[in-house]
């Protein structure tokens, strides 16, 4: 911070704006770029003037260094944390690892922003953040030393392997664009730790095995009902990624979706089943699909409606209430059917994800209704075959961000962000993870249950 030059003695004064002026430029910068937003742009975010802010920072060059020294003190922070009261080697390599990930996905904007723009620092300003990136690396080689001196890894040139580490994990945010809806975050993580422990590990070692706690799909195949939300297809995406065969009843895939469906009708592992050819989902539907491509081993109902801007201003969405209301009739309706396939095999999964908080914006009566009753739906589903070792499990998904910020997020972020105990809202990945969780063997013995995945803001609202 003392890098910086500030008119203000008081050393917490300067922190406490320094970082209230950062986060503002972080979204800004990530909106406009870095070379539209003005410092006029600056003090309207922050609600302070323009001079006061040439009290904390000099230019938009001053900001921009104070962003990676954000990013920096938060990366190291958490990878010291993760290191605390570890002994092993290989141990502190995988915590390390996780640890950065977690960073990249806090920070993935000024991520971005510090390799798009670093080249309009001055000399003195990129020596000291390259210095900075350099004391990070000497924390990685110094475990990898610690693990090629207790002979677990062959000797290597630390540094390289330093590097490249680094690089893999940086991947996630600067290849995001191709990235998401391909991998997720644990998919990238372990093939990581694969790469690098079944490589690097001397020939009489015991291997580590880092498996995804035992929760493969690979092999099981899903059915995907109401699969043309932004939460649908990237699950599709996601089980695809997963080894899964996939059948999606959706409406036409649109271009120009965040998640994409891969290959839709083009690909052996999945089958798509357009609304426009064959209709709303049915029983009569579903027993179709069995009989075409096999009954899925797990099932997945998205009862929302996916809404990304709010309705206009005195006029209910109408559309949406009907939307509501027709999802979770399909929902009651299919439930004969499932009951029928997966009783009969002694097995299955069903999953509902509740209408995400987003949904709330469109109809607010038609969200906590059809919410209210997915989740009674659930449990009622659940105690009627739990004896036939089927779990019924629901996923109420909170305010989840989007990589290209849709109209309704641009507008409530930073309100939200502020109401949100977890202080984020989450990622598509959060909600994957939990259906990954859901699907698996893991979660063998959890059944009726309703996981809210919102940070906590569920908490909040019931103080």
């Known amino acids: 911070m003392s890098t910086i030059h500030t008119n203000v003695k008081n050393p917490q004064l300067v922190q406490k704006r320094r970082e209230q002026i950062v986060l503002a430029a972080i979204n800004l910068f990530s909106q406009k770029g870095f070379h539209k937003t003005t410092l006029r742009n600056l003090a309207e975010q922050t ?25 920096a003190s ?33 920070l993935a904007d000024a991520i971005m922003l510090i390799y798009q723009e670093g080249h309009i620092l001055t000399k003195p300003l990129l020596k000291s953040l390259l210095k900075k990136e350099r004391a990070h690396l000497e924390v990685i080689e ?13 000797s290597c040139n630390v540094r390289v392997v330093a590097n490249l580490i680094k690089s893999m994990v940086d991947a996630w945010v600067l290849k995001r664009w191709d990235l998401r809806g391909y991998a997720s975050a644990l998919d990238v993580e372990k093939t990581i730790l694969e790469l690098l422990f079944q490589g690097l590990l001397e020939p009489d070692s015991t291997p ?48 120009g979706r965040e998640y994409a469906v891969l290959n839709p009708g083009g690909s052996e ?55 509501f209301h027709q999802n979770v009739t399909c929902a009651q309706e ?39 009753s997915i989740i009674a739906l659930t449990l009622a589903f659940a105690r009627d075959v739990a004896g036939f070792q089927v779990n019924v499990n629901c ?21 939200l962000t502020k109401e949100i105990p977890a202080a984020r809202m989450g990622e598509v990945t959060d909600i994957a993870n939990t259906v990954l969780f859901l699907a698996g063997d893991s979660s063998k013995y959890v059944t009726g249950q309703t996981i809210r995945c919102d940070g906590g803001a569920e908490l909040r609202l019931s103080l």
Request: charge should be neutral; include cysteine; proline fraction near 3%.
């Open 142 to 154: 110094s475990i990898l030393d610690e693990c090629v001196e207790k002979e677990i890894l062959r």
């Open 269 to 323: 592992n999945l089958k798509c089943y357009f609304s426009s050819e064959h209709g709303p989902m049915s029983s009569e539907l579903c027993k179709k699909i069995e009989d075409e491509v096999g009954p899925p081993d797990i099932y997945i109902h998205d009862i929302g409606i996916g809404a990304l801007k709010i309705a206009d201003a005195g006029r209910k969405n109408l559309n949406a209430g009907g939307r």
């Open 74 to 106: 938060s990366a190291m922070e958490a990878m010291k944390k993760s290191l605390e009261q570890v002994s092993d080697p290989l141990e502190k390599l995988r915590r390390m690892i996780r640890a950065e990930f977690g960073t990249m996905d806090k």
């Open 395 to 415: 996923i109420v998904p909170g305010f989840i961000r989007t990589i290209r910020p849709s109209p309704i997020q641009k507008e409530l972020s930073d309100q």
């Open 334 to 372: 299919l439930i004969t059917s499932l009951r029928e396939s997966m009783c009969k095999r002694s097995s299955g999964r069903v999953i509902y994800l509740a209408p995400w908080a987003w949904d709330r914006y469109a109809d607010a009566l038609g969200y906590e209704t059809a919410k209210a």
């Open 47 to 71: 609600g302070l003037s323009q001079a006061s802010i040439y009290d904390y920072v000099g230019s938009k060059e001053d900001i921009f260094f104070l962003i990676h020294e954000l990013a």
């Open 208 to 255: 580590m095995q880092y498996q995804s706690d035992g929760r493969s799909l690979e092999g099981k195949s899903a059915l995907v009902v109401n699969g043309g939300t932004v939460l649908s297809t990237a699950l599709i995406s996601f089980l695809l990624s997963h080894g899964v065969k996939v059948a999606a009843h959706m409406d036409i895939v649109k271009r």
